[in-house]
């Protein structure tokens, strides 16, 4: 569905990715780990369209996409939730998550089923949708961002770190939410400093190291590497 | 005061005011401020789309205002247009200018756009000033003729009181349709941050583009209505120092809030002219106090109005743009204080 070749990107003269690829497939979650800095929103923002790759070639659904512009990129059903809720704070909830459906604004009628399933999957953000986003708990912050990427409804969903930040029982309850998100139909791309959590619902993963990819395979397989235990697990 | 009525009436109050203030007085000196007041108030509001929504401070719009002042001007002085006529080529044209110019700055971010703006609106007063064989340079432009729209001629100061007045509610109108629409939070949602409105889809050159070509229709529909209201023009309508008090308006008003250029327009012409005796000194008086607003009242006197209704707890929580700049403030001021780790 989603494929990385040979992707190098840079920040001016400084390389941020180096050759990295990586493969989502139709219906996966695939969790991207790695420390502060490693690279892992750099991949993010280079799917994303935000960021344009110096060589290499970025795919989606048999399409090349590298050099696509961000909203074409939505269009054809790539979302990103970015980093820290970045939500915007004075809106209501509400409105915030109309303009995830932003590239669907004609669509009234869709965008009214897209509301109705994020309420069913979040139920208290029905009860706070008038209520400015800024407002809100830090967890209940990071369901709008979610919330709001999903109303655009995407093929492949980019999660940036939904954990941070977060007390341990609101990201258990924040992973079921995302593993169930999966289930319903949407390929999630994870990324994660959390290892122990996205192991847990991630059937695959990645291991990103200042720019490089250093280790790829199945959950077993990353459970048990000695230094995925000892540096991203802490056992 | 416990009681705060809503907006809307304040609002619907307001306009009877306004409606009725030439049957009230015959006073020149009151009519005039007041129509000098609403044609700024276009333009500035103009501005506060561009700057305060989409959060790209263009300084180009003393400019904008000029062209379209001397449109309108040439076209009923040398061809002889009707006022209708000539108002709409003079917006259109004003749009037409104000999308290539757009263009080509709204490609910068930040700094470096208002800087390029800056430029750009005094490259634009300097061709005002310079095409003489157009313009009639500084000699200005003279002998435009009344307004007319079909057999009603507007030679009154009343009649050009109701004609402007027109023009300011339909504006203001339609500014807060906008604002209150997905445009109007497309606009927001740029300000707060391009890539995150990038990330959802959102086109942002293409929405930042409306956003300019809008305001500077309404800069142009201001200067339009401003030579047909004075009937002269000189060149010095476009210059710099008129794009530098139309952001004073707007900053004392509030930026980012629907009413924040006609309250800050208003107030500040209002005290210039108390301070008209003071001449060049009534600078030394508004430097420091723009600076204490900038401190202090970062969203100008409807920013902080707002605020204020926020912190009333007998007031119902509503959805009006005014109210909540308010509360971004106070997520912000949270977010200082540690608020990013809570669960």
């Known amino acids: 569905m989603l494929k990385l070749i040979d992707v190098t990107v840079k920040y001016g003269s400084s390389t941020a990715l180096h050759s990295v690829n990586l493969e989502v497939n139709q219906g996966e979650l695939v969790v991207l780990l790695g420390?502060?800095?490693?690279?892992?929103?750099?991949?993010?923002?280079?799917i994303s369209g935000l960021l344009k790759p110096v060589s290499g070639q970025v795919a989606f659904m048999g399409q090349s996409i590298g050099g696509w512009s961000p909203d074409r990129i939505v269009k054809a059903g790539i979302v990103q939730c970015p980093e820290g809720r970045n939500l915007f704070p004075e809106m209501s909830v509400l409105k915030n998550l109309t303009l995830g459906a932003y590239i669907h604004r004609k669509d009234k009628a869709g965008i009214a089923r897209s509301?109705?399933?994020?309420?069913?999957?979040f139920p208290v953000l029905y009860e706070k949708k008038e209520q400015p986003a800024g407002s809100l708990s830090g967890g209940q912050q990071q369901m709008v961002a979610?919330?709001?990427?999903?109303?655009?409804?995407?093929?492949l969903l980019l999660l940036d770190e939904p954990s941070v930040g977060l007390a341990p029982l609101i990201v258990e309850q924040m992973f079921k939410t995302i593993e169930k998100i999966n289930r319903d139909g949407t390929s999630v791309l994870l990324a994660e400093q959390n290892a122990f959590a996205a192991l847990q619902i991630a059937r695959r993963g990645y291991v990103i190291e200042n720019g490089h990819l250093v280790l790829e395979g199945a959950r077993e397989t990353l459970c048990d590497n000695e230094e995925v235990r000892r540096a991203y697990i802490g056992a | 005061m416990r009681f705060v009525p809503g907006s809307k009436w304040v609002v619907a109050a307001l306009f009877f005011v306004a409606l009725a203030i030439p049957l009230l007085t015959d006073n020149s000196y009151y009519l005039n401020m007041l129509i000098m007041v609403f044609i700024w108030s276009i333009a500035v509001s103009g501005m506060n789309i561009i700057a305060g929504y989409a959060g790209q401070l263009s300084l180009a719009h003393a400019g904008f205002f000029g062209i379209g002042a001397y449109t309108l001007g040439l076209l009923m002085v040398k061809a002889q247009m009707s006022f209708l006529v000539s108002l709409a080529v003079s917006v259109v044209l004003t749009g037409m200018v104000g999308a290539v110019?757009?263009?080509?700055?709204?490609r910068l971010k930040g700094h470096y756009f208002a800087i390029f703006s800056l430029c750009m609106g005094v490259i634009l007063s300097l061709v005002i000033e310079k095409w003489e064989s157009l313009t009639e340079g500084v000699r200005g432009l003279l002998g435009i003729p009344v307004p007319k729209i079909g057999s009603v001629e507007f030679s009154t100061l009343t009649s050009q009181y109701y004609l402007i007045l027109f023009f300011f509610v339909l504006a203001m109108f339609v500014n807060r349709q906008i604002i209150h629409s997905l445009v109007g939070r497309t606009f927001i949602s740029i300000r707060n941050s391009e890539e995150l409105a990038e990330s959802l889809g959102i086109h942002a050159m293409k929405s930042k583009m409306l956003a300019f070509v809008y305001s500077t229709v309404l800069a142009g529909l201001a200067g339009a209505l401003y030579a047909g209201y004075l009937r002269f023009l000189g060149p010095e309508i476009a210059s710099i120092e008129h794009a530098f008090e139309m952001l004073l308006y707007l900053l004392v008003g509030g930026i980012g809030t629907l009413w924040g250029p006609v309250v800050g327009t208003a107030l500040v012409m209002t005290l210039m002219q108390w301070l008209q005796s003071w001449q060049d000194y009534r600078m030394i008086i508004f430097g420091p106090i723009l600076v204490l607003i900038v401190m202090f009242l970062p969203h100008g006197i409807m920013g902080a109005f707002a605020q204020l209704k926020k912190n009333q707890p007998s007031v119902l929580p509503d959805t009006t743009d005014d109210k909540n700049r308010g509360i971004e403030r106070g997520v912000n001021d949270r977010r200082l204080a540690g608020g990013e780790s809570d669960a």
């Not at chain 1, 979610?146 to 093929?155: E, F, Q, T, V």
């Not at chain 2, 110019?101 to 709204?106: A, E, K, N």
């Open chain 1, 35 to 46: 420390a502060n800095g490693a690279g892992k929103s750099t991949i993010f923002r280079t």
């Open chain 1, 115 to 121: 509301l109705q399933n994020i309420y069913e999957l």
């Open chain 1, 146 to 155: 979610i919330a709001r990427a999903l109303m655009a409804r995407p093929k």
């Open chain 2, 101 to 106: 110019v757009g263009m080509i700055s709204l």
